[in-house]
């Protein structure tokens, strides 16, 4: 899956480095928020996800920082490998919605 | 594999038609999600249903409909297509209130001719 084609900002780091992908997200209201990753062919893949209450949360490799005063989101990858490379979403829920309001992604690009 | 599944996975067809996306939900998720994907404006939230019954509503247009079946599964029906409806089309499922993380299908993409 291709997804927002041509203007996606990129990011591009070398194998075994650490990749730091950001995102602002709109609404102050929203107390929840989602990573995923999505590979070209294929569907977006949960990845990590953090609640307004939190400012960092860990998964195996990635890191998710949340700061609230500024609106803003990252999503931190450790020793990033090839199979890292595709695009990241970052989305966010509103308060008593269900529903995710997506970024516009970021293409990430491992080169050895 | 997320346990989403869809189908069919490319459908190709022609201005003025209409076409119906099935999704069947992980086992156990009561809600579906579908969402549109297109170069110009990412992922867009459609509609969202519910143990069958409408959720949420966003950006759907009035020639697209959907449902929620008593099995659970859900299907998307684009009528009328246009060149502009030509897109991917992803379903996702969540679980009961509380349990937020949408898993998502790998999506029908769709060529409007």
């Known amino acids: 899956g291709e997804s927002v084609g041509l203007h996606l900002p990129t990011l591009s780091v070398q194998e075994g480095d650490n990749s730091i992908i950001n995102c602002a997200y709109s609404n102050s209201a929203s107390d929840y928020f989602i990573w995923y990753k999505q590979e070209s062919g294929k569907g977006p893949q949960f990845i990590i996800d953090?609640?307004?209450?939190?400012d960092k949360r860990q998964g195996q490799r990635v890191t998710v920082l949340l700061n609230k005063t500024v609106k803003h989101l990252s999503l931190q990858i450790a020793a990033t490998q090839p199979g890292d490379s595709a695009v990241y979403f970052c989305?966010?829920?509103?308060?008593?919605?269900?529903?995710?309001?997506f970024g516009t992604g970021t293409r990430l690009q491992v080169f050895p | 594999d997320s346990g989403v599944t869809q189908t069919p996975k490319h459908l190709i067809t022609a201005t003025g038609q209409r076409v119906t996306l099935r999704c069947s939900p992980r086992s156990g998720d009561l809600s579906v999600y579908w969402y549109q994907q297109s170069l110009d404006q990412g992922l867009q939230f459609l509609i969202q249903y519910y143990n069958g019954e409408e959720r949420a509503k966003g950006n759907i247009l009035e020639r697209f409909s959907a449902q929620q079946f008593p099995d659970l599964h859900s299907e998307l029906n684009l009528s009328s297509l246009e060149l502009g409806d030509s897109a991917l089309y992803f379903c996702a499922s969540s679980g009961l209130a509380g349990q937020e993380t949408q898993y998502f299908g790998p999506g029908t993409r769709l060529l409007v001719l």
């Open positions: 989305a966010e829920r509103g308060y008593n919605t269900d529903k995710l309001i």
């Open positions: 953090i609640r307004s209450n939190m």
